[in-house]
C-alpha cells in the first residue's frame, strides 16, 4: 500500500534533547532526499538561528528557518521558528501569534495538524524525544487523515515522555530508532530526485494562500 502513495511533507516535532535527535535524523538522510521536511523544536523564544547552523553541519541538504508565506520546496530542511505557531498550505508555509497551545508556540500539534489537513494522505508525521505529550494529538491527525507515522523508540530517547504519549494515541504507529527512522524515510517512493531534478530544488506549482486559522483550532 505504502508504494501507491507519494508523501509530499514530512513534519517532525521534537522537545527535551530535540538537537541532538534531529542532528543524527538530517545526518542520515541521503544528499539527495526530496521530500520536503519541517522541523519543530522546542525553544526558547528568544532563540536565535543557531539551531539552523547546527543542522546544517550535518547535512548536504538545504537547512532555512521558514518566513511568513514562503514556497514549500522540494529537497530543503525547514525549522519552525521560534516564538511562532508554523502552518502549511499546499506550497506554502504561514506564521501565526495566536497563544500558545499547550504553553508552546511553536506547537507540534498546531503543525501537524495543518500539514494533515492540507496534504492528507501525502503526510508523514514524526515524533522525537521530548518532556510532554505536545504532537500526540497531531500525530492521530495525520493518521486519520491516512498518511504515515513514525515514533522514536522510547527506550532511546532523551526523554521518553513525547514519545510515549504519542504511541498511546497512535498504537498504530512505527516505533523505531532514529538510524532506522531515518532509513525508512530514504527508502520510501519517490523520496529520491531523480537525476534531472538535483541541481536546484523545485518549487512547489500550487502555493494557494487562504486565512491563516486560529493556532487553537
Not at 35 to 46: A, D, G, K, S
Not at 63 to 70: I, R
Not at 79 to 102: C, K, N, Q
Not at 164 to 174: D, E, S
Request: glycine share 6%; with cysteine; aromatic share 6%.
Amino acid at each position: 500500500m505504502t508504494a501507491a502513495v507519494a508523501y509530499e511533507i514530512v513534519v517532525v516535532g521534537t522537545s527535551w534533547g530535540g538537537l541532538n535527535a534531529l542532528r543524527e535524523l538530517v545526518s542520515r538522510l541521503p544528499a539527495d532526499f526530496a521530500v520536503p521536511v519541517v522541523l519543530i523544536q522546542h525553544r526558547h523564544r528568544q532563540s536565535d538561528h543557531l539551531l539552523s547552523t547546527l543542522l546544517q553541519e550535518r547535512t548536504p541538504l538545504c537547512v532555512t528557518e521558514v518566513e511568513d508565506k514562503a514556497p514549500i520546496e522540494r529537497g530543503v530542511l525547514y525549522i519552525a521558528p521560534a516564538d511562532y505557531h508554523l502552518l502549511l498550505d499546499r506550497g506554502v508555509f504561514a506564521l501565526s501569534t495566536e497563544a500558545p497551545v499547550r504553553y508552546s508556540r511553536p506547537s507540534i500539534d498546531v503543525t501537524f495538524y495543518s500539514a494533515a489537513d492540507a496534504y492528507g494522505a501525502g503526510t508523514i508525521g514524526v515524533v522525537l524525544t521530548g518532556a510532554n505529550s505536545d504532537g500526540s494529538r497531531g500525530l492521530r491527525r495525520i493518521h486519520d487523515r491516512g498518511g504515515l507515522t513514525f515514533v522514536q523508540e522510547p527506550s532511546t530517547a532523551e526523554s521518553a515522555a513525547m514519545p510515549a504519549a504519542a504511541i498511546r494515541c497512535v498504537p498504530g504507529a512505527r516505533v523505531l530508532a532514529l538510524p532506522a527512522i531515518a532509513a525508512a524515510l530514504a527508502a520510501l517512493p519517490g523520496a529520491t530526485m531523480p537525476p534531472a531534478s538535483k541541481a536546484r530544488p523545485l518549487r512547489s506549482a500550487d502555493a494557494l494562500h487562504r486565512q491563516v486559522p486560529p493556532a487553537n483550532a
